[in-house]
């Protein structure tokens, strides 16, 4: 069982962390997927600290920062969507999308509503044009940070139902599902517009901390007392 939410935590707590862990003996492995440092003991995990994206761990989890680091974030909800190209922690360009995709009475995603209905009036196949535009506007965008930069890694928060349209669109994404270099956003998207992008990025800068039930009795002193608020994590 998980004790909560990630909690922010410092780089010092961090370290603290790592110590503690070393002198319990306890195994340490980094999850490249979920850019994860993962603490166990011999029955199951105890912590797991999402890392920021700029850094990367060695095998004792200590952390060194990527010189060159170049990140491509898209978030995607149903009629909307935001792109950001970051280098170095420096935001270059942004973009929000929109398109007509909800009906107005039900409130219901039109790619939503033909997977459940089957329907195709004329109001439908303009709001299924526009999603497919949307997706396209998407990908083009992130295709020009592609053949632009360098980008080191790609983010991504977007529901699985979306997944079709966004990788089997005319224009498809830089990266495959499977990329090496793509990991999901850990952090709910509510509403992907500037705003979030930028709250998102700042979240995707710093140390969280997640603990389960055995974890809680270790490392519990450890965790913050910041209920997880972004403005006081490490600058990266």
Known sequence: MISGNPKSITLEKYQVI????????????????????????????????????????????LLSVKDDFHLGLVMIRAGIAVTGYFHNGVMLDHKVFRAYMVRQKQGKSQIKYLKTKGKSRAGSRMRLGESEQFFVEINERLRQYEGNFPITTWGISCGKTLWPYFFGSDTPPPFSKNAENLISIPFHVQQPDFETLQAIHRKLNGIHLTLSERGLEIFGSMEADTSGRVDEEEDW
Do not use: C, M, T, Y
């Not at 340490?28 to 997927?33: H, I, L, M, N, R």
């Not at 003991?41 to 850094?55: E, F, G, Q, R």
């Open 18 to 61: 790592l110590e503690v862990s070393e002198k319990k003996g306890l195994q340490g492995v980094f999850d490249k997927a979920k850019h994860q440092w993962i603490i166990s003991d011999s029955d199951s995990w105890l912590a797991k600290i999402s890392l920021p994206w700029n850094v990367v761990p060695n095998d004792s989890g």
